[in-house]
């Protein structure tokens, strides 16, 4: 959940101790260490991912989100395929996308977007990204703003900052 090659390893909750100490001491050579639950945070949002409670929720639809591609509707009848085809029809009222901060401040969850001085959307991530050496984030836009390029305003905490739209992901791993 980073966008990097990674493992997800399960196992019984009285072996996970030990677990971790013999991949810290076998990694510990290759500079194997813990990373936090910001460190994740940061590297998701550089890699453009959605994470449920911020960018994506019961009312969000593949379209919005920049997620069809997970859609197959030519694949036969699945329960929800109907309200699938209704918002594809409809047609995105939003979209989420990436942004650039170009003033000082860091944007974060719930802060509104704005064009032309009207609100526009909302912030779904933002953070302090150590890769690009600048404040990034992730917003809903209203669809017919919502281009890579476009200029907006953010409010952090009562101060107008800008920031210029970026198509996601802002980083992809490179193919080896």
């Known amino acids: ?59 969000t639809t ?37 942004f650039e901060v170009e003033g000082r401040g860091i944007a974060r969850d719930g802060h509104e977007v704005r064009v032309d001085g009207a609100v526009a959307g909302h912030v779904t991530s933002g953070t302090f990204s150590p890769t690009f050496e600048r404040a990034l984030g992730m917003a809903y836009v209203a669809a017919e703003h919502a281009e890579p390029g476009g200029k907006i305003e953010i409010d952090v905490r009562g101060r107008a900052v800008a920031a210029r739209l970026r198509a996601l992901p802002f980083y992809k791993r490179p193919k080896k």
């Not at 390893?9 to 813990?34: I, K």
């Not at 920049?66 to 409809?90: N, Y």
Request: glycine letters at 14%; aromatic letters at 8%; zero cysteines.
């Open 62 to 98: 593949p379209w919005d989100a920049g997620l069809d591609w997970t859609i197959r509707l030519d694949k036969g009848e699945f329960i929800g395929r109907d309200a699938l085809v209704a918002a594809r029809e409809k047609g995105p009222s939003r979209r989420l996308i990436g």
């Open 1 to 59: 959940y980073t966008g990097e090659d990674g493992f997800e390893l399960y196992v019984a909750p009285d072996a996970a101790a030990d677990l971790w100490d013999t991949l810290l001491a076998t990694g510990e050579s290759s500079g194997l260490v813990p990373a936090g639950l910001g460190a994740r945070d940061t590297l998701r949002l550089e890699a453009g991912m959605a994470l449920y409670g911020h960018e994506i929720d019961r009312t």
